[in-house]
């Protein structure tokens, strides 16, 4: 028997219908790409929605055609989250800081016939117009005044295009399991693959988020997304914090500590997320600042994914902002949020240390997220904190396949995605992450985990950012090599870091060697660029 409740889709029209209805006052604010703070709201946004979804059904738009963007952090930026998806088009974000090959990759994979463009991009697109055929009419997403100078005929300017059009849009009422966005994986090997989220599990995705366990979004918060709209919808921010009517703080193009900052100072923020790096050039920046009560800033936490949160920097944030840092885990193709680390009650009364040792675990997974760790025959492993294998998850929020590529299986027998990282789970439930299982480093049959490693490097005062890769070794298989990118100013020894690590790490895990570099190479998702550095040392021998 089938219950008798209403059977009313989950849609990201209902997500921006429920904000402009019950905190159409709460601000947008953004770090304009054209300069200054723009200030707008979700009532004023949902109009504009409308006008775009006017403007693009005059173009010829129809369902289930996707729209990319190349686009910051901003209040147009989310005018398209909502406006597209919610005509039953598909948002398709593409990260600029991909290699041009991979962005005319995802652009003909999409087959998009109009790219939303901030103007800082324009001169990327300018060059690969010959690669992308598909592509009919380019975006400004800008005002007329702002209009730049191209070689490209195929423009049009975002303000012009929106101006005339109507405030009301008659929303399609779409099946809930219609596409809605598509988002590709940084692709360290072989192409970019899309994950193509449902209206459904966007909107479950977004009432996850905003529980107090996950993200605890809520019309009380100002959340500063830093992580890009560009890379997996911004952690699922823009669509959590309309949601709930939190107050968004978009930073637009400005990537600096200087921004971060004064924007958490300005606009009062209470969450802010982003990825470790991000972090750091916050906490340089402040460094700089003389006579400032940072523990007095409203800001409540960090949340960091992406990367290893290093407990080196959990503490300085904590420390500087009086605030607590939520380490958080997720990928692509889980929309992204897998687990969040929030301490349970029962924790309260444990040392510092004893909850720093709980604060670098990536979490526990929400409801809706089941996970196992599995060994290389497909079997079980136990959740005894210890034992460690590869991470497979499921849920309403998880891929099942990829973008146009239905002959790649990607599920197990039971359903579940083999996340590719290689993990404990305690009996708590909280995930840790071991490593991705290509940079584990295999060493005489044992597995030595890179991100062990680098987390107690990070902790000495003069490293600023440390990788370890594993080179091949005659007797042992694999053997770890330290990479240190040392703080301005610092010359660490390879001594003083070897006697760092002493005791800190069983003496097998001791790295074979300590090379220090001016600068580490980062991925278009700001994470460590292993596969550049197993270039760059290639032809590494230890002495
Ligand atoms: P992407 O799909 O580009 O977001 O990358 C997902 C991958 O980033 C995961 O499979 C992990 O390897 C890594 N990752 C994400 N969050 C964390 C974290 N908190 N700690 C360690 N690795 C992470």
Known sequence: MLGLMQDRPLLITTIMEYAATYHPDHEIVTRAVEGGIHRTNYGEIAQRAARLAHALTRLGIHQGECISTLAWNSYRHLELY???????AILNTVNPRLFPEQISYILNNSAARILFLDLTFLPQIEKLADKIPAVEKIVIMTDRAHMPATSLDN????????????TRFDWPELDENTAAGLCYTSGTTGDPKGALYSHRSTVLHSLSACTRDSLGLSSAEVVLPIVPMFHVNAWGTPYAATLSG?????????????????????EGCTIALGVPTIWLALLQYVATLKDQDLTSLPIKNFIIGGSAAAPSLIDSLEKTFDATVIHAWGMTETSPLGSVNRPLAKYAHLSDQQKMAIKVKQGRPPFGIEMKIVDDDGHDLPHDGVAFGRLMVRGPWVAKGYFKQPELNILDDDGYFDTGDVSTLDPDGYMTIVDRSKDVIKSGGEWISSIDLENIALGHPQVAEAAVIGIAHPKWQERPLLIIVPNAGETPTKQDILDYLQGKIAKWWTPDDVVFIEEMPHTATGKTQ???????FSDFTFG
């Open 530 to 536: 292993k596969r550049a550095l197993r270039t760059l």
């Open 246 to 266: 939190a107050r968004l703080v978009l930073p637009g193009a400005e990537m600096t500590g200087e921004n971060f900052y004064n924007l958490m100072r300005d």
């Open 155 to 166: 423009i049009l300017c975002y303000e012009e295009l929106v101006a005339a059009e109507d």
């Open 82 to 88: 909502l406006a597209v998806p919610g005509m039953g």
